[in-house]
């Protein structure tokens, strides 16, 4: 099998340097970031464990713990003063020289846990990712592969979509593209169309795609595209009956797919609402 570096173009040619997942740089704004988001609310009540914003830090650094699976006696106090800096340091070393997929992970787990409508933490992180060129963005609460701004937006919207099924798998499709460090790129075109599926099944009441689309008023060229699509899934060479192998799925193929069925998704949303 590839490497992901292989498989997303991150390789040493004669004619470019190497492209790296994460550079310093970025590694740096991102703990920047976090140390302003976070870290510096830490020191305003430093010698008053029984400030709020004081124990949630503490009860964040905890659960990096275990989400980092250590051990537990390992665990030394946060303790942020300007002369000891103990469990901050540790932090702060992981996420500069840490593994680049372990800072990703961790990345998207302490934006998650910290609070899932900072709004403002999310934009913050991703005009980092912009700003260093970054594959990556955060998109419902996911650091994904996905870097274009109307790519982005399409992707959430069809996360939001008011059929839940269909939501639900443009929703795993995108945290399949997101596993780290190797990508499940088969099972991101198969929850892609899936989704397209489950969304035209519900608007029509027919058990499969190819007969859902010929009930559903669209242009003919487009229903055309998307029962070849359906077919390439499941004909001979397709994913969903498990005879493509892995290895020959690209990282451009199943974001292709990730992104062409939440745009489907979101039209149908529009052209025909779910009754």
Not at 82 to 96: A, C, E, M, Q, V
Request: charged residues 25%; hydrophobic residues 40%; proline residues 5%.
């Amino acid at each position: 099998m590839n490497t992901f570096s292989q498989r997303h173009g991150y390789v040493k040619t004669p004619d470019s340097p190497q492209l790296e997942c994460l550079s310093d740089v970025l590694r740096r704004k991102v703990w920047n970031i976090l140390k302003l988001h976070i870290w510096d609310d830490w020191s305003s009540g430093a010698w008053d464990y029984t400030t709020p914003k004081v124990q949630a830090i503490e009860e964040l650094y905890l659960s990096i713990w275990y989400f980092l699976g250590w051990d537990l006696d390992s665990l030394s106090r946060y303790n942020r003063t300007p002369s000891k800096h103990i469990g901050y340091d540790t932090l702060k070393s992981l996420f500069l020289e840490g593994d680049w997929f372990r800072v990703l992970d961790l990345l998207e787990f302490v934006v998650l846990k910290w609070n899932p409508g900072r709004e403002d933490l999310v934009g913050a992180v991703n005009r980092a990712f912009e700003q260093e060129f970054s594959a990556y963005r955060i998109i419902g609460g996911m650091i994904v592969p996905i870097s274009d701004i109307v790519e982005v937006q399409t992707v959430e919207s069809a996360m939001a979509s008011s059929c839940p099924h269909s939501s639900t798998h443009i929703k795993t499709a995108a945290k399949l593209l997101a596993l780290r460090p190797h990508p499940d790129f088969r099972n991101v075109i198969k929850e892609s169309i899936s989704a397209v599926e489950t969304a035209c099944r519900q608007r029509t009441g027919h058990s499969t795609l190819g007969e859902a689309l010929k009930k559903i008023p669209l242009p003919s060229c487009l229903k055309e595209g998307f029962t070849k699509l359906y077919a390439w899934t499941c004909g001979p060479e397709g994913l969903r009956h498990a005879l493509m192998e892995e290895s020959t799925v690209t990282h451009a193929e199943a974001k292709f797919m990730l992104v062409t069925c939440s745009a489907f998704t979101n039209y149908l949303e529009e052209v025909l609402p779910k009754k």
